[in-house]
């Protein structure tokens, strides 16, 4: 079966500038998350969507993120307008079931999108 | 607030060697843990996982550790391979509650031949 996708692989824009990530989960995944890896640093948590709904968003930022998941299926991430510090790699998994309860390797990562803010 | 540290940002070992890479978590509540490989250009990638009712988990080369008192986790690596070099990541989760992995800072492993 097909994995995570995450579009575009690198994004290189200036301070200020709008960009929009995208991820398809895997089909009939109903679980979507996000998490970024700012430079050196942990893989943080930003917000997980049960289908369409956001279970819970605790991790953005500010309000200049916006994730969204129209119809359940692929979801994007905006960022406008972008600073310096959202520089870093994007990260997208789904899962069929809860991790909680199911663990861990139900959890399927993408590759991530590089985002370089200059 | 919650955390999970690393205790070194890098490890270079020689090839054939066992790798240990090591894990401090301040969570008390959190009650599953695991252990990610990150490859160049690729996602965390599930390693192997251990729950608070145990101490020790083996998998195919590699061991997971857990000490609850000292509330620390480490992950062995046995015969490390040029393969095995990637980016180690820790991670926590309390179950029944949050589905939010949180992560530690990643441990750099280099295998050298």
């Known amino acids: 079966e097909a994995g995570v996708t995450q579009f575009p692989s690198h994004s290189v824009i200036e301070k200020g500038q709008t960009v929009t990530l995208r991820c398809d989960p895997i089909?009939?995944?109903?679980?979507l998350y996000w998490y970024r890896r700012v430079m050196g640093k942990e893989i943080k948590f930003l917000l997980h969507f049960v289908k369409e709904s956001k279970q819970d968003e605790s991790g953005m930022p500010n309000n200049r993120f916006l994730a969204e998941r129209t119809g359940g299926t692929y979801s994007t991430l905006k960022v406008q307008p972008a600073e310096l510090e959202d520089s870093g790699v994007y990260f997208c998994?789904?899962?069929?079931?809860?991790?909680?309860?199911?663990?861990?390797?139900?959890?399927?990562f993408g590759a991530g999108s590089r985002l370089t803010v200059l | 607030g919650e955390s999970v540290g690393l205790h070194l940002p890098t490890l270079s070992v020689q090839e054939g060697d066992n790798s240990i890479i090591n894990c401090a978590y301040s969570?008390?509540?959190?009650?599953?843990f695991i252990w990610y490989k990150q490859e160049s250009g690729k996602g965390p990638q599930f390693i192997i996982d251990i729950r608070s009712n145990m101490d020790k988990r083996q998998g195919q080369r590699v061991t997971v550790l857990l000490n609850k008192t000292v509330k620390h986790l480490s992950l062995q690596i046995a015969a490390t391979q040029p393969g095995d070099s990637a980016v180690y990541f820790c991670a926590e989760l309390t179950q029944g509650g949050s589905e939010k992995l949180v992560f530690g800072k990643g441990t750099k492993l280099t295998v050298n031949p």
């Open positions: 969570n008390s509540a959190s009650d599953y």
């Open positions: 998994a789904s899962s069929q079931v809860f991790v909680g309860g199911s663990g861990a390797n139900v959890l399927t």
């Open positions: 089909s009939g995944h109903d679980n």
